[in-house]
Every structure is written in structure tokens, then in C-alpha cells.
């Protein structure tokens, strides 16, 4: 009988190989049940976060069929909370619990809530990316050390996602190979590997940064303007207003030039003055947002500038301009993680109080 009622492993898997497989193998031998919550589940695809949630559970129940038909593997998803590990922490907490009490023993009622189970979480314990381990002291460490310590998942894509991709079918189960195999195929790969070559040349034309950009996070009467990118990175993928900072504009300044270029954002007069624009933003609102991996492009910093416009029943007037293949106001209850650029979502998420 396992000392361990529910054992807790965190990671992307982009995507599932040996090494995950490996520890989540020795995890079932020492614990009653796992569970495997799946990272990075409410991000857009790009290079580094290829693959939805639904592809990489499949990858896993694929791995574990028997186990998952037991009950003892059990899945779920774990979104991104870029700019607030708080969030993060919480979301891993209450989705948890919410799996423990559902599972343990039948789903029946717990008086002392988790208290009535062991919990542990596992991993790598060398592993640098698995520092969220100290995160949760209420929870045991349950460490399995792994033989497949020199390669990782980055190698996988890096290796996958050229123009001769290459399957490393040594390190991947079965299953995994199959799926990679049928998914360079499709259009979404060639999108993929055009984004991977883009981002690959980036820093030989523009250098790594840091740079400066401004985004432009533009509410009236329950929706939020938003473009569509028209270009890689982020094709056809939503994004604010914004862009790189010119070396004789102030911030501010370059906020509202890319607003007015974006969207040629207009009133019944015509388009908005500069002026007036700058009378709706809310400077107590102003946010720096520069966690490092926000952009694959580079260290770039940006900083956002909430412009609330007058409520009416008739929204200003937008179109598409620049780079930008429209623009248009959406509801905020329309949209969902999946469909911005980068980290555009965290930034409205913490500028419009969603």
C-alpha cells in the first residue's frame, strides 16, 4: 500500500517524452494516484508552446492508457499567470484540491479537506525549472532522479521544426513519434516553422534587446480594440495596438502614434487628434510588463497605457492599418487566452480588472 495518496507533477510537456514518462512511471509505483497538471494551457500556439492541451493530453493518455482507464492518471489543465505567481500558486492549489475530493475515495465527503489525504509533488529535483517544488511547503517532495538528464523538450523542437524535420523517435514513446510525424504534415507546422525562421534571424537584424515598446489597451462600453497581426510573428493572431518605440518619441507619445496607425480610430469629426487621445488615458493605470520570456523575439519591455473612452451606444470607428490586417472592438466576453499575441492577454487581464 503506497504511503502517498496523490502525487502532483507540473509540466508543459512540448512535447511528452522518455524523461516525463520516466518519472511519471516511478510516480505511479509510489503514489495511489497522479496527478498531471498539463502548463501553458491557455497560450496561442507558437515555437515554444507548439501544441494545444488537448494534443499533449492526448499525448499522455496515449503513454498511460492503462492507467488513465484506472483512475490512477488523472489530467488537467494549468494556465500561464505571467505577472503574478501568486495566481499561479493559487490555481494549482484549487485545482488540487478540487481533484483530490472529486477522486479520493470515490468522490464521498471529506470533513478535513485535503487534510484527510497525503499529497506530495514530484519531479526532477535537479531540475531548474521545477523551482515551483518550494512553492507548495503544505505538500511532501517526492523526488525521482532520471537517467535522461541530457536532453529536453527545447531539443525536441529545436530538432523539429525545420525545413528536414526530424523526429528523435529514440526519446519519444510510440505514440508521440506518430502524432509529430502527421502533425509536420499540416498547415499549422508550415506556420509554425515560418514563425521558428523568423524568430531564428530576428537577432542578427535587430539585436536582443532590451527594447521599448508601447501597447495601447483601448475600452469603451464593454469591449477592448484589437488588431490582427498580419504578419509573422503571431499571424492572424489578436494583439493591442503597439509597437517599438522611435529614439525621439517619450513613451507616451509612441503609445498613441501606434494606436492612430493601427486603427485610425475616429469620432464622427474624423480620426482622433493626438490631443484627445492622450485626455482618455488613465495614467494611474499605466503598467511596465517585462517578465523575460514575454516576447521570442527578444528581451523587449513594454508599457501599457489604459484609454478608456466615453461609453455610447456607437463605438469609434476603426480599421486596419501598418501591419495590422484589421482592427476591430471585441467584447471581452468573446475572447479567450488562446487568441492573443505573446503575452497580450496577462496585460489585459491586469489593465481592464478581468
Known amino acids: 500500500m503506497s504511503t502517498i495518496d496523490f502525487g502532483v507533477f507540473i509540466g508543459r510537456f512540448q512535447p511528452l517524452h522518455i524523461g516525463h514518462e520516466h518519472v511519471i512511471a516511478h510516480a505511479l509505483e509510489r503514489c495511489d494516484r497522479l496527478i498531471v497538471l498539463v502548463g501553458s494551457a491557455n497560450v496561442a500556439r507558437d515555437p515554444r508552446n507548439p501544441f494545444t492541451y488537448a494534443e499533449r493530453a492526448a499525448m499522455l493518455r496515449g503513454a498511460f492508457p492503462d492507467a488513465v482507464a484506472a483512475g490512477r492518471l488523472i489530467i488537467a489543465p494549468l494556465d500561464d499567470h505571467l505577472y503574478s505567481d501568486t495566481a499561479w500558486v493559487a490555481q494549482v492549489q484549487r485545482s ?29 529535483g535537479k531540475d531548474a525549472s ?49 502524432f509529430l510525424r502527421g502533425f509536420m504534415l499540416g498547415e499549422t507546422f508550415r506556420a509554425l516553422l515560418e514563425e521558428a525562421e ?12 532590451p527594447f521599448v515598446t508601447a501597447d495601447a489597451v483601448v475600452v469603451q462600453s464593454g469591449h477592448i480594440l484589437l488588431v490582427e497581426r498580419g504578419r509573422a510573428p503571431g499571424k492572424g ?7 517599438f518605440v522611435n529614439p525621439d518619441e517619450r513613451i507616451r507619445d509612441a503609445a498613441i502614434r501606434e494606436l492612430r496607425e493601427e486603427t485610425s480610430i475616429s469620432d464622427a469629426k474624423g480620426q482622433i487628434p493626438p490631443a484627445m487621445l492622450a485626455s482618455f488615458i488613465e495614467d494611474a493605470r499605466t503598467r511596465v510588463f517585462d517578465a523575460p520570456g514575454r516576447s521570442l523575439r527578444g528581451r523587449i ?22 501591419d495590422a490586417a484589421h482592427a476591430r472592438w471585441y467584447r471581452f466576453g468573446d475572447l479567450s487566452p488562446e487568441m492573443l499575441f505573446e503575452d497580450h492577454w496577462a496585460i489585459i487581464e491586469e489593465m481592464a480588472d478581468l
Do not use: C, M
Open 237 to 243: 493572431l489578436l494583439a493591442l495596438p503597439g509597437g
Open 130 to 178: 521545477s523551482y515551483y517544488l518550494k512553492l507548495f511547503p503544505e505538500w511532501a517532495n517526492l523526488q525521482i532522479d532520471s537517467q535522461y538528464g541530457t536532453f529536453s523538450s527545447s531539443d525536441v523542437r529545436s530538432r523539429y521544426f525545420q525545413r528536414i524535420p526530424e523526429v528523435p523517435a529514440a526519446i519519444l514513446s510510440a505514440g508521440v513519434a506518430d
Open 96 to 124: 488540487v484540491r478540487a481533484l483530490v475530493l472529486e477522486h479520493g475515495n470515490g468522490g464521498g465527503f471529506h470533513t478535513h479537506g485535503l487534510a484527510d489525504f497525503r499529497v506530495a509533488l514530484t519531479g526532477f
Open 301 to 322: 519591455i513594454t508599457h501599457a497605457f489604459l484609454f478608456r473612452l466615453p461609453e455610447r451606444r456607437q463605438l469609434f470607428a476603426v480599421k486596419g492599418g501598418d
Open 198 to 209: 523568423f524568430l531564428a534571424a530576428y537577432p542578427a537584424q535587430w539585436g536582443r534587446g
